[in-house]
Structure formats: C-alpha cells, structure tokens
C-alpha cells in the first residue's frame, strides 16, 4: 500500500508564497499519475492540478498561473508552488495517486491525510 505524506502547509498572508510537497512511501507499484486537490470548509473536494508519469501537466483553469506542480522523481515526490494566494485559497489540501493493481488492468486511489493551508492577513 502506497502512502502519501504531504507537508508544507501553514498560515499565510495574501499575496504571500507556499510550497507543499507530497511523498510516496515506496516505488515498488506504479505509480500512474499524482495529483493535488483541496477542500474548503462547507465546500466540495476539488481538483487542483496533476501530474502523469509520462510528465503530462493539468491544471484546474481558474488556478492556471498562480499554481504549479512540479516532481522530483528521485525521491518520490510532487510539490505545489502556490504564489499570489487569496483567501479563498484557504482549504485542506490533499494528495492523491493514481496506482496500478498488480496482476490486473485496476487503477485504485490512494489519498494522503491532507495539509492546512490558510490564507489571511
């Protein structure tokens, strides 16, 4: 079973910078895609960006430019640059992978325990 560990989170001004990083704990399973989402208080989880293993890049349209996802493959790892954040930015932010079955042609998801971002002045 993969597990991600996100970090980076924390309290932050508008208009100000944060950097998470999500960790998958091993790389024996294939891993096809990871992606970041988030969920604001009363609010439906949802779709931030993603990444493929191939290196393909999507964004959520309205946070395209402000967002960035980016991978270190040495180590496992995806990180968010978030720069010119705003209130409504403020939500938990989750990881989320997309992994083979092995032995079958299944993809299951597996989703990290989410990191606080909190945009206020």
């Known amino acids: 079973q993969v597990q991600l560990v996100e970090s980076g989170g924390g309290l932050v001004q508008p208009g100000g910078s944060l950097r998470l990083s999500c960790t998958a704990s091993?790389?024996?399973?294939?891993?096809?895609?990871l992606a970041w989402y988030r969920q604001a208080p009363k609010k439906q989880r949802e779709f931030v960006a993603t990444?493929?293993?191939?290196?393909?890049?999507n964004y959520a349209v309205s946070l395209q430019g402000r967002f960035t996802i980016s991978e270190d493959n040495t180590k496992n790892t995806i990180y968010l640059q978030m720069n010119s954040l705003k209130p409504e930015d403020t939500a938990v932010y989750y990881c989320?992978?997309?992994?083979?079955?092995?032995?079958?042609?299944?993809?299951?998801?597996?989703w990290g325990q989410g990191t606080q971002v909190t945009v206020s002045s």
């Open positions: 091993e790389s024996s399973v294939r891993i096809y895609s």
């Open positions: 990444i493929t293993s191939g290196g393909v890049i």
């Open positions: 989320n992978a997309l992994l083979e079955v092995p032995g079958t042609r299944d993809v299951k998801e597996s």
